[in-house]
């Protein structure tokens, strides 16, 4: 099966190439820096022990590391299979979006192995499971491709945090995910991405959803010199409900893009988009949200929300919400604002005997708390509030 | 509740097109097709000089070179460029006084109730109209050259005035702007001229009134209005055109240089004939229109209601170039039946304290596709640009769909830009307010449907705005959603 799909893919992006600034969702985004970057053939190396807890899956160079699972404390809730004996094609469906999306069958025709993780029927777990995402090579310009598939069967409760480690020589990280989240299922996602290295991130993450789902997607991402995250999310059957809450720091000539579509296509869905960056110095940010409402998903209530704070002279903000309508019992919106810190509140502030800049930093905290308090996740919650303090005084 | 509000809406869907009447008259028409040499006849019957036509055929190499957009969120069938006649007139030319106007032309207007009689002066509003490729008479030309107005068709002023518009035509739409300003520039045959010299305001409002008529021609008018230092001027335009089954093509531009103080108020009221219940005929609308607010502390305001032509591709823009100046854009689109209509604006802000408004009402009803697109460019240099937008759209029936895409490009710290937008149907619980109160569901709708486009219609100027409220209350009356 995998073997088929990667001839697909390889097939189609040898036909098309890398992406060019033509298409919409390349619009804003150059996939020239990308170019630069080959396949690993070896990515195995790891010259640094992670310490990991029992409530933890390590993902090395987007291979899961049996060791951590040897130890992990819900293994009994997990089903894992290596992708290659999945004959299954429903598992390896994704929208039309992303396959037709040249980089993303880069992604499917280079990856070499991949899991496909199952959290079984009405898995409850109490605290949040955490995945390492540890990226390490030696060889300059290469690309480090990473294909998981995660399951939550039907009632099951999860919360995951994810958060990614680059070592050694900075790499292009292309990472493709999809979510299948049951009926009745839970599932509260965490992202956490500090990047020390200059590691360029592309990501692909799909989720199709069935009835009654609760979904929750956090991420909190700071420094990325290029990051570019897609998210689609299939509201496929009725009561379904996905938020998603990002908050952005970008700076120096950090390039940072999200991408989101949700599609509603069954009634009494809700879905919340809520995007906050912060740009300083001559960083760029875009956000290119996307609800599509299809034919008879009526009593759909979405809401669309992106703010951008501009700090310097220099920095850009992009900002394209959309909404495609075709039901009329529905309540849909969207808000966009960009601008700086307002210089009454400011004003404010001084005449209190607050200095100048510890009023702009009082405000710009305020401004990303406003995000930072809908998240879902406390843990995450915390090390955003301690990201975001150490980016404001840096 | 429900089925009585699909009867109702079932019965507004079936009002029929009042301006769909044709008229007899004979017609000088171009055999259908395209080349250079069109272009050169085009040119020759029309006395140009030898600059424009090179212009000309500079474009229509260009467009040779372009392929149609496909960007835009509407289907329709593909056009045909070699099967259209890019020329068509009434044979008797016109003359200095309206008698001599083929008294069926008159009788049109008439029917569509223009001021083109001079009896309707107490109106006080100059008319130039457009029946299909050319002008046939300017209203009050005199009065207004007693003020230094240039108010003329386009063809007299590339005879009278060729310094003029030498110096303007293509300045804010070059002719490779895009497919069809590039289209419209290699074989535009008439339009609209306005200038207004330093520090007039112009003492009435001025009008053109466009109207297709002959079968399997395309309109491709060109307007270009030009207020000079101080101005003012505020500017109809209106649009008819018969029902036909074949879909006919309009590709117009229109240019607006809006010099130092001075303010250009532009109204469109479009009612081009939108096809019937199948989606069958019904004018394709590809209109570039566009303007520049050259000088500071200029002006330029859009203000149009939409509710005809089958595919509507229209963005009126304004570019702010000079400090201080101001860039307005209203909209009512009103799509039914199988109409689609992708329209917006593009605001692009480059002087300093640059300062733009977008307010759009989308309603659509039946089949019908509304789209709004719209771009916010805020330059690096353009210091405390503000802008603010609200698009709201309207949902009548569950078969339409209504669509946002705005594009915000923010360079500049301390620009403030706002947008906000929402879609819905109209509210059960006003109705059911309205109607507890006795009014009926008929009325009800219109008043809430007047009252979500009142925003826009209070931009209009007065006669205008009579028009549109009748106009929407025609095309929605009895409505629910």
Not at chain 1, 198 to 211: A, M, Q, R, T
Not at chain 2, 19 to 27: H, L
Not at chain 2, 28 to 52: A, M, R, Y
Not at chain 2, 362 to 372: C, F, K, L, M, P
Request: overall charge negative.
């Amino acid at each position: 099966m995998i073997d088929i799909l990667k001839k697909i893919s390889s097939d189609f992006f040898n036909k098309q190439g890398y992406p060019s600034k033509k298409l919409e969702n390349w619009k804003f985004t150059s996939s020239k820096n990308l170019i630069k970057f080959d396949k690993q053939d070896s990515p195995d190396i790891v010259s640094r022990k992670i310490e990991t807890d029992e409530s933890t899956l390590l993902f090395i160079n987007g291979k899961l590391c049996l060791d951590t699972l040897e130890n992990f404390k819900f293994k009994d809730n997990l089903e894992i299979q290596d992708l290659v004996n999945i004959n299954d094609e429903n598992v390896f469906a994704f929208s039309n979006t992303f396959s037709n999306d040249s980089m993303f069958n880069l992604g499917m025709s280079d990856f070499e192995s991949g899991h496909y993780i199952k959290f079984k029927k009405n898995t409850t777990l109490e605290n949040p499971i955490k995945i390492i995402n540890f990226f390490e090579n030696n060889s300059s310009d290469c690309r480090i491709t990473s294909f998981n598939i995660f399951h939550f069967e039907e009632g099951s409760q999860v919360s995951i945090i994810e958060k990614d480690i680059n070592e050694g020589t900075p790499s292009f990280n292309l990472k493709l995910n999809k979510f299948i989240c049951d009926d009745a299922s839970n599932l509260k996602f965490g992202k956490y991405i500090e990047e020390k290295s200059d590691c360029h991130l592309l990501s692909y993450s799909y989720y199709e959803v069935g009835k009654d789902v609760c979904l929750n997607i956090d991420s909190m991402n700071k420094n990325s010199i290029f990051s570019k995250e897609f998210i689609e999310i299939d509201l496929n059957n009725t009561g379904s409900d996905a938020k998603i809450n990002i908050l952005n720091l970008v700076k120096n000539e950090q390039h940072l893009d999200n991408n989101i579509l949700i599609n509603h296509n069954a009634e009494h869905c809700t879905s919340f988009q809520h995007v906050r960056n912060i740009l300083d110095n001559k960083s760029t940010a875009v956000f290119n949200g996307k609800v599509i409402v299809a034919e008879g998903a009526q009593h759909t209530d979405s809401n669309q929300s992106n703010k951008n704070l501009l700090l310097s002279l220099d920095s850009t903000a992009f900002s394209n919400p959309q909404l495609e309508i075709y039901a009329d019992d529905v309540s849909c919106g969207h808000g966009s604002t960009t601008g700086a810190l307002d210089e009454n509140s400011i004003f404010y502030l001084r005449a209190r005997g607050i200095d100048q800049s510890s009023a702009q930093k009082m405000l710009i905290k305020a401004f990303a708390k406003e995000v930072i308090d809908e998240f879902s996740l406390s843990s995450v919650q915390d090390i955003s509030e301690i990201a975001l303090d150490s980016w404001i005084n840096g | 509740m429900v089925d009585k509000n699909q009867q109702v809406i079932d019965k507004t869907l079936e009002q029929e097109y009042k301006y769909g009447f044709s008229t007899n008259i004979e017609e000088t028409k171009f055999e259908p097709g395209l080349n250079e040499d069109v272009i050169k006849k085009l040119s020759k019957i029309k006395k140009e000089p030898q600059w424009l036509l090179d212009w000309r055929l500079k474009a229509f190499r260009n467009w040779e070179k372009m392929s149609e957009p496909t960007w835009a969120n509407i289907k329709y069938e593909p056009i045909d460029y070699q099967a259209l006649s890019y020329y068509a007139a009434p044979k008797q030319l016109k003359n200095d006084s309206l008698d001599d106007v083929d008294p069926e032309i008159i009788e049109t207007y008439n029917k569509l109730g223009i001021s083109l009689n001079e009896q309707k002066r107490l109106q006080g509003v100059a008319v130039d109209a457009v029946f299909d490729s050319v002008s046939i008479a300017t209203t009050f030309k005199k009065e207004l050259s007693k003020h230094g107005i240039i108010f003329c068709s386009f063809s007299e002023a590339v005879q009278d005035h060729p310094e003029l518009v030498k110096k303007y035509l293509g300045s804010v739409i070059p002719a490779t702007d895009n497919y069809f300003a590039a289209l419209n520039s290699a074989v535009f045959s008439d339009g609209s001229f306005v200038y207004i010299p330093k520090g007039v305001k112009c003492p009435m409002e001025l009008s053109t009134y466009f109207r297709i008529n002959a079968t399997n021609t395309g309109q491709f008018e060109r307007t270009l209005i030009v207020a000079d230092e101080g101005s003012y001027v505020s500017y109809l335009e209106g649009c008819t055109a018969p029902m036909r089954d074949e879909n006919q093509l309009h590709a117009a531009c229109v240019e607006l240089v809006a010099h130092k103080d001075s303010t250009i108020k532009y109204s469109t009221i479009q009612n081009w004939y939108a096809g019937d219940k199948e989606g069958k005929g019904g004018i394709y609308n590809f209109v570039t229109k566009r303007g520049t607010c050259l000088g500071d502390n200029s002006k330029i305001s859009w203000t149009q209601v939409e509710t005809g032509s089958a595919v509507t591709w229209k963005y009126p823009s304004v570019i702010m170039q000079g400090d201080n100046s101001v860039g307005e854009f209203y909209s009512v689109a009103v799509t039914k039946n199988k109409q689609q209509a992708d329209t917006g604006t593009k605001m692009i802000h480059i002087g300093k304290n640059t300062k733009s408004t977008i307010i759009t009402k989308g309603i659509s009803a039946g089949e019908g596709q509304n789209t709004y697109r719209g771009g916010v460019k805020i330059l690096k240099n353009a210091e405390n640009a503000q802008n603010f937008s609200q698009c709201d759209s309207i949902l009548i029936g569950d078969k339409c769909g209504a669509h946002t895409f705005p594009y915000i490009d923010v360079n500049n710290p301390t620009a403030k830009m706002e947008h906000e937008a929402t879609t819905s149907s109209i509210g059960e619980d006003q109705l059911f307010y309205c109607n507890q109160r006795g009014i009926k569901l008929d009325d009800a709708v219109s008043m809430i449907v007047n009252g979500f486009c009142k925003e826009v219609f209070e931009e209009l100027p007065m006669e205008f705005a009579v028009e549109a409220k009748q106009l929407i209350e025609v095309t929605l009356e009895n409505s629910v959603g």
